[in-house]
């Protein structure tokens, strides 16, 4: 009891000290990468087993961050039905990747192939040093589709 | 040898100016004839620093109040600089094979298996039921790994072995990001 209640007030201060560490750090977004960054949309995993799950792991060396972003697209149609990511990075990184995902929901392939960083950081309102980060979300959506296609053309015999 | 990366022009003691084109040039003790290396002797180095700092420090430095700024800046970025093994190692490359690894848009990357663990292993980290042994354990195995590359990287500076420097650099920036993300727990 008194070990739980311990490690309880332990978490609690870290998270506290998490939170504090944040918040100075959001004073430098702009308002829409923060409503990204508090509310991110699509936070998840899919199973990247499955055939028509297209994963895309991409990082950007010189800053740390890196992306997680997948797909579910329906086979028949070519439409994204579902897209998850986690993005361990700064909250611009964390935002374009948010977007993204709400972006790719729902679209075709090709479409979602066709997107362009410029588009994020355009929304985004992302400073010249924070294009970077648009440009890994640009990467992922497009690692994500090549492995689908890879699966698609290559499929994995089960013995 | 490239020089092309200057540090710019910075006062020497009191009197004298003096020209350095790198920072290893500014601890002369701690590198032999400002020769860069990535080995360094960290006390040797902080003492040196300390002796720097105190002749640029700008409360000791009379007159012209900018140039005491700027020199007493530059001793601090050089020695923080040297001083980690990250930034030491990116500094190497930088100064000799003109690649700045700190930089966007270096169209370099390390294995998909690397960010799959880095991935991985934040999961863990980022899910509230998580022990804290388990916590201790990651940490413990990061830091293996991290000197297990620093290691590594001394061979391949000794070899100019660049090519596996650079992909060995790459991956210490996640592994330090990542223990940035476990202190911060």
């Known amino acids: 009891m008194i070990v739980s209640n ?13 939170t504090i560490t944040q918040l100075t ?14 509310n991110p949309r699509n936070v998840g995993s899919l199973d990247k087993k499955s055939s ?15 992306i997680k972003l997948q797909i579910q697209v329906n086979d028949s149609t070519g439409i994204i039905e579902d897209v998850k990511f986690k993005t361990f990075g700064c909250g611009s990184a964390i935002a374009s990747s948010s977007y993204m995902t709400e972006l790719v929901h729902g679209m075709s392939l090709d479409d979602a192939y066709k997107i362009k960083n410029t588009e994020i950081a355009k929304e985004l309102s992302l400073p ?8 890994l979300a640009e990467d992922a959506i497009k690692a994500a589709i090549k492995d689908y296609k890879t699966k698609r053309t290559n499929p994995t015999v089960l013995h | 040898m490239f020089r092309s990366v200057a540090s710019g022009c910075f006062r020497w003691g009191h009197s ?25 002797d960290q006390s040797q ?8 700092q105190s002749q640029f420090h700008p409360d000791m430095v009379a007159g012209n109040g900018d140039g005491a700024d ?5 001793v601090n970025k050089a020695y923080h600089v040297l001083k980690e093994p990250l930034s030491r190692s990116q500094y190497m490359i930088k100064i000799n094979k003109g690649i700045d690894l700190t930089e966007d848009g270096q169209k370099l990357e390390v294995g998909p298996s690397i960010l799959m663990e880095v991935i991985e292993i934040n999961e863990r980290l980022a899910d509230d039921s998580i022990s804290n042994d388990e916590i201790a354990r990651i940490k413990q195995e990061n830091d293996d790994r991290m000197d297990a590359i620093v290691n590594k990287l001394r061979d391949c500076f000794e070899q100019e072995d660049y090519s596996t420097a650079v ?19």
Not at chain 1, 128 to 135: D, G, I, N, T
Not at chain 2, 45 to 52: A, F, G, Q, T
Not at chain 2, 70 to 74: K, L, T, Y
């Open chain 2, 45 to 52: 180095l902080r003492k040196e620093y300390r002796v720097l």
């Open chain 2, 167 to 185: 992909e060995l650099t790459m991956e210490l920036k996640y592994w330090t990001n990542l223990s940035n993300t476990i202190k911060n727990i």
């Open chain 1, 25 to 38: 750090a959001r004073r430098l977004y702009h308002p829409k990468v923060i409503e990204h960054y508090t």
């Open chain 2, 70 to 74: 700027m020199d007493s800046s530059v």
């Open chain 1, 128 to 135: 010249p040093v924070k294009l970077h980060c648009s440009m």
């Open chain 1, 52 to 66: 028509n799950v297209g994963t895309g792991i991409v990082g950007a060396p010189a800053c740390g961050d890196v």
């Open chain 1, 6 to 18: 311990l490690l309880k007030s332990t978490t609690s201060t870290a998270a506290t000290r998490i």
């Open chain 2, 16 to 40: 004298s100016r003096r020209m350095v084109s790198t920072f290893y040039e500014m601890f002369p003790k701690s590198f032999p004839g400002g020769e860069p290396s990535f080995n360094v």
